[in-house]
């Protein structure tokens, strides 16, 4: 018979066993950690009606969305978890209580053009927070402790958590009579990092055609860096010059004042005035993340502020604020870099039990008991000869082997031998569970992040 | 501005949070069930190329596949999770050790009628083990231990795994030279439950052809009934007149040989010779579920043993084992039909904390010091009067409501409000916690079935 290669299209993540339990660590520590802040888990369908899905219009990401009919039907595959949020709790705002708080992690698509670590199919795990005509900045003033708890749980040790507020932004540039070319002043202010503060000076007045003395103010203003007190204070220069300016400055105020008590070191916060986001919809806090000793990567968490969620299905105002991790390109980019730990256990048992007579009743039993205290447990019941299952443990990293053979039988115990030390001992299956578990109890909690 | 309606798609399962939690729940107890019994996740593309995904030819569900074209590419979205394994495994196969057991939870999408419990998209929830070549028997006397502690951890009381072997029957048919009318009378024997055995009879002799003493004997056979020991002695006296059918016999008496071992109560388990499951690739061990007590629910979870998985895309010789749970339809009629429990915490968060002054620093400390001891934490925030906060936290049936007051910050301690008894009481954040982990100890683990 003509065999079909059995490819995997590109742009698409499919990861062999190894890597793969790593990347559900990673979905476990996001569920765990979103949920410990009161947020519920929400699924929605991937197929939405084309209608519906691309209420906004698409803009740029219109060509990339896979559309298709079926039937009658002219369907669309999701390409974030936003607009399909606002269409739940537009459809559903009867049944929701405000706040509503949900967490989503779940694949998105978008036909980009194929390129290394670009991907068509990728999963993005989002959190927002949704109010019913307010919100309160309380919300926002939290987010920076949840996206601290995400990736500290996760391992990351050295990453900065970047924030910003468009009021600032849009009332600095108000009341520098610059709102109309706010858009592109901070386009060109976005590339200091890349080319410098020099060459974006030149860029304001040659392209952004601003005044020099104007594009001075502009990059004197983006140069205010340092602790959050001396951040806010050069700040407080600026107030009473435009109320949507002194709001801004307000609400960011409020964030900093409660990063303590929400347990968030200020070693990984740090106001940034340069942060601007590039939708046009967040209109309070922003946020980015970035991994400091990778800055090349980008940001690997964002989000902020937005006044009004579900404006093309429903009039009621609903604001929010939400950010959102693109796990499957921050797993890409942290595999690349060599960045996750070898600590997890990613074998598919805790215990691999070998049965070297013909009847396996009780290597059967003794797996049973493993199973039952909790000891992810495989039976290996091939006619193998010992070399050969012994390598298959090998292969897959197992952290024990249980032997049962006609000693062990007439003894009623098992032998476990631990295959990082090599050592061997015969003992009951009951106690095996717990030697075993003690001894993996550090690696089951390991980080999945070096 | 004009809205559009934000529906979703007939077909499509959308919960609401509350049920959403019981869905959660089901799929954590799956995935930590199939865990325990050494199967590794996987998670392969929802999209496909078309060629690969339909290399076996649609058959019936040709019409169903959601197929549509992307700039030069052909693509389907996956119909089940078994032909992307096939794919996966033979792609894969140098990097994979065999036998190789992987479980898949994945939505799957079938263009089926719109019909009230038919959905379009639906979760699978799947395991296989593969063996290269071979796989020893063993492994399908392992399937019924680990649908048993599926179900039995669901919390599922009443159920009975239906197990028989489709060499048995083919031998059978063979022994009686009706090997060529086998689809037809297995597919007329199907009916014994619906319609009883004089009609099936009747089915047999007139529209099968079958000689009144052919259908007799396929009748005789079906009605042997009784615990294992019994319809294996009954089998016995087939012995010797068909290999297949004695190879059989053997498998069988294999399986119900170590249940015991496997932990798996005989109650629980029945050799059922009618079972022969549609698929005609299962050669060895065949597997139905059923609800005892919702026998019009059908099979809830079956499978069964296949000898060559992958043979569109590969030469190799790849046996297997497995079976698969329709999770989306599974829920669907839990739901229907009142089965999930209340007992399980629906609410997005275990305790609510109620900031009741101005500044919120020791509400937010004490939010902080609950989640870092586990409980699942949410900060009101919102400037509402007292009533309209209770009766969020009321709607949303949060366990514990936490008070922060000016009494209890001069204090230094948070009130506990358990909104089950109405009782309130003062304690440091830290006692709060324990007490709460405590109260709700029982509550998280809880089963999801009634």
Same mark, same amino acid.
Do not use: W
């Given at each position: ?31 765990? &950690? ?14 939405? /009606? ?31 978890? &936003? ?13 929701? /209580? ?18 290394? !670590? ?183 968490? /964002? ?20 950010? /959102? ?20 256990? &990613? ?9 070297? &007579? ?22 290996? !019941? ?69």
């Amino acid at each position: 018979m003509a065999k079909i290669s059995p490819r995997t299209l590109s742009g698409f993540m499919e990861l062999l066993p190894e890597p793969q339990m790593k990347m559900e660590k990673m979905m476990s520590v996001l569920r765990d &950690t979103y949920s410990l802040y009161g947020f519920t888990p929400l699924d929605t369908p991937v197929i939405e /009606s084309a209608q519906v899905l691309l209420a906004k219009g698409g803009g740029d990401t219109e060509k990339q969305i896979y559309r298709f009919t079926k039937g009658d039907s002219d369907l669309a595959l999701r390409f974030d978890l &936003t607009v399909p949020l606002a269409k739940y709790v537009a459809g559903h705002y009867a049944d929701l /209580s405000f706040p509503f708080r949900r967490y989503q992690i779940g694949k998105v698509y978008r036909g980009e053009r194929a390129q290394r !670590g670009r991907f068509r199919e990728f999963y993005q795990a989002d959190i927002d927070i949704i109010g019913d005509g307010k919100l309160d900045i309380i919300n926002e003033a939290e987010i920076p402790a949840i996206i601290y708890k995400t990736f500290s749980t996760l391992g990351l040790k050295k990453f900065k958590i970047r924030v910003n507020n468009r009021k600032i932004l849009n009332g600095f540039y108000a009341m520098n009579g610059m709102s109309e070319k706010a858009g592109d002043i901070m386009r060109t202010v976005d590339k200091l990092d890349k080319i410098g503060s020099e060459k974006v000076r030149q860029l304001l007045i040659d392209e952004v055609k601003m005044f020099p003395c104007k594009a001075d103010n502009v990059l004197d203003f983006m140069a205010i860096k340092g602790d959050n007190a001396y951040v806010l204070a050069s700040l407080e220069r600026y107030r009473g010059m435009d109320e949507t300016f002194d709001k801004g400055l307000d609400e960011l105020a409020t964030v900093a004042k409660y990063l303590a008590d929400f347990g968030v070191p200020e070693e990984n916060f740090a106001i940034d005035l340069t942060i601007a986001r590039g939708l046009d919809y967040y209109t309070g806090t922003v946020y980015e993340t970035e991994m400091t000793e990778h800055p090349e990567i980008g940001s690997v968490c /964002s989000g902020g502020r937005y006044d009004n969620l579900a404006e093309y299905y429903t009039d009621k105002q609903l604001p929010g604020v939400g950010i /959102s991790i693109g796990l499957t390109r921050l797993f890409y980019v942290l595999e690349e870099q060599g960045l996750l730990s070898d600590d997890i256990i &990613t074998a598919p048992c805790d215990a691999l039990v070998l049965p070297m &007579t013909e009847d396996m009743g009780f290597a059967v039993a003794a797996a049973t008991e493993l199973r039952a205290n909790g000891v992810r447990t495989q039976l290996y !019941g091939e006619k193998k000869k010992f070399k050969a299952k012994m390598s298959y443990a090998d292969k897959l990293s197992v952290p024990f082997v249980i032997l049962v053979g006609e000693d062990e039988i007439a003894e009623n115990v098992v032998s476990v031998k631990d295959m990082t030390s090599g050592k061997q001992e015969k003992m009951s299956a009951a106690a095996a569970a717990d030697y075993i578990n003690q001894a993996l109890s550090q690696r089951r909690n390991a980080p999945v992040i070096k």
